[in-house]
């Protein structure tokens, strides 16, 4: 969001998933789509039968290599090395769309004069990829007609996240793959609602719609909207920060919705001594999680077929869900807990229905102003901006200009990642999802037929490695780094290069996370769950 807002103005997917039917290419990086996004993987898939290409950049050998018309494995963390070096080609080449860049962009000089150094060889000896197959995919993605860029938590989920994803926008910028049908860049959120909470300002320094707390035209707005004054225009922690300010004793208090940090986290011993130094703490959820077990009040949620409300998806689309059954004992909707806290808080009125919240986001919401619950009946939903109840959506973003104006060019130097194998710690682990398990299982691990398909963590390395250490498919390894260490099964395959090893968060048994980094990008202070040094043995 950070990165793309910066570029475009606006953070959020620039296209939508039924474009991708009739893309000519796909440029697929930090993605395990057919895990993480199925039905988006789908339609990859599709695309390519039907005759479109794919450019698959990718470490590990996911289910989409056997698709690729070019599956490049770069060294790990050297994103952004390897897209300066493409675009260093498209220039010398002239491949770039020299009108778009001159009436559309700024910034393209800088941008020119950094990637210069990007020469082929240079990027070779970072990335690991070969000089012929870097000006292969640099080629195939310019001269595309139609070209979407699809990157999910490979790219951002790193201390260089933010310049991952400007590096990005400078690529789809200098080929004029940006305001057209079936091309932009394309982040695939995480979970369901992802973009939904963000849109309602479930970020440190905005209100709903991205509007800043330090702006006073926004502030005034909300005041008034809110009958009260003096609201605090400093923005908040991000959860990075809120960890930190716990551990050092500075935050007191935290009200935990739908997260299950003592599994996701990075740095798992760190953020259960923070948890632990809190005066309070609240938990709301429909389980009982890990981090629910330490809570002082726990507040029983709803389920998604236990309540009304809108969801937002990827594709900025805000879809209305009815409530199916009426929720068990205790538990209540969010909105309806949320909303008597307030009430018991002093702080503004009580709302009735969900319908009533959605007519103030609607008059405070400039991107929702168009989405109202009467027209959300009809089923498909509307994407933002719609900007009044006249407006059909928006299809894809950038048209005739960007949010912004003219788009920039924010050139990124190549940054290595946070923590390097040494002579100790030689290994680097990588970890992700798996198409049978989601998040932190909270809800999967509870499924009979999806426990039976992937009951527990398996810890994915190569023959070359499994061999040096004497490690066979289903023995059990220790995996340690500067931080703790857990055991697991080994899996041996070459779907992971030497030196690279690879598992999922998914499960508390062998959580993954009491391993990883709390390095974190300076910019969106996302941490770096995608990689950090690890020495593996095989448990006797």
């Not at 796909?26 to 993987?41: D, K, M, Y």
């Not at 091309?183 to 320094?205: F, H, I, K, S, Y």
């Not at 959820?285 to 998604?304: G, K, Q, W």
């Not at 309806?336 to 609607?362: A, F, H, K, Q, W």
Request: aromatic share 8%; hydrophobic share 40%.
């Amino acid at each position: 969001m950070a990165g793309l807002a910066a570029a475009f103005g606006s953070g959020a997917m620039t296209n939508s998933i039924g474009e991708f039917e009739d893309a000519d290419l796909f440029f697929v990086i930090g993605s395990n789509t057919t895990a993480q996004h199925p039905l988006i993987g789908t339609r990859i898939i599709n695309a390519v039968e039907r005759g479109a290409k794919l450019l698959l950049f990718d470490p590990r050998e996911i289910q989409l290599a056997p698709f690729a018309s070019l599956h490049l494995r770069q060294n790990f963390g050297t994103d952004v090395a390897l897209v300066n070096g493409m675009m260093n080609i498209i220039i010398q080449e002239d491949l770039y769309d020299r009108p778009y860049v001159e009436s559309r962009t700024e910034g393209f000089d800088e941008l020119k004069a950094l990637v210069s150094r990007y020469t082929p060889k240079v990027v070779e000896q970072i990335t690991g990829v070969r000089s012929a197959d870097l000006y292969r995919a640099a080629v195939m993605y310019a001269q595309a007609d139609k070209a979407m860029i699809v990157y999910a938590m490979g790219i951002t989920q790193h201390v260089t996240g933010t310049d991952n994803v400007k590096t990005l926008a400078n690529l789809a910028m200098l080929t004029g793959h940006v305001g057209r049908h079936s091309t932009g860049v394309n982040p695939l959120r995480g979970q369901n609602n992802v973009q939904g909470a963000c849109d309602m300002g479930g970020l440190p320094g905005v209100f709903t719609g991205y509007q800043r707390v330090n702006d006073p035209a926004s502030v005034q707005k909300f005041e008034k909207a809110w009958e009260t004054t003096g609201l605090n225009t400093k923005p908040g922690l991000t959860i990075t920060g809120m960890v930190e300010a716990a551990h050092s004793g500075s935050l007191k208090a935290l009200y935990v919705m739908g997260e299950n940090p003592l599994l996701s986290d990075p740095d798992l011993t760190h953020a259960e001594h923070a948890l632990g130094n809190l005066d309070f703490l609240v938990v709301q959820d429909i389980f009982l999680t890990e981090t629910a077990a330490l809570a002082d009040v726990i507040l029983p949620a709803a389920c998604f077929a236990e309540k009304d409300g809108t969801y937002t998806n990827t594709e900025r689309r805000v879809q209305l869900s009815r409530k199916a059954v009426e929720p068990p004992g205790q538990a209540r909707a969010d909105w309806e807990i949320v909303s008597e806290l307030l009430s018991r808080l002093g702080c503004c009125g009580t709302y009735p229905d969900t319908e009533s919240i959605m007519r103030e986001i609607n008059a405070l919401t400039p991107s929702y102003a168009g989405i109202t619950y009467r027209r959300l009946a009809s089923g498909y939903g509307l994407q933002w901006p719609c900007p009044n109840e006249e407006h059909p959506g928006t299809v894809f973003l950038h048209r005739d200009q960007f949010t912004k104006g003219k788009g920039t060019f924010l050139p990124c130097e190549f940054r290595p990642p946070a923590e390097a194998p040494d002579e100790e710690f030689d290994l680097t682990l990588t970890t992700g999802r798996i198409y049978y398990q989601f998040h932190t299982g909270t809800m999967s691990r509870r499924i009979e037929i999806l426990e039976r398909e992937a009951p527990q963590p398996v810890l994915e390395i190569n023959p070359e490695d499994a061999k040096r250490y004497g490690i066979r498919t289903n023995d059990l390894v220790e995996v340690e780094s500067r931080r703790g260490s857990i055991r697991l099964k080994a899996e041996v395959t070459t779907r992971v290069p030497r030196k690279v090893l690879f598992t999922t968060f998914h499960f508390a048994e062998s959580p993954v996370n009491r391993l990883t980094t709390s390095a974190f990008d300076p910019v969106s202070e996302i941490p770096e769950l995608k990689g950090c040094a690890v020495k593996i043995r095989r448990c006797s």
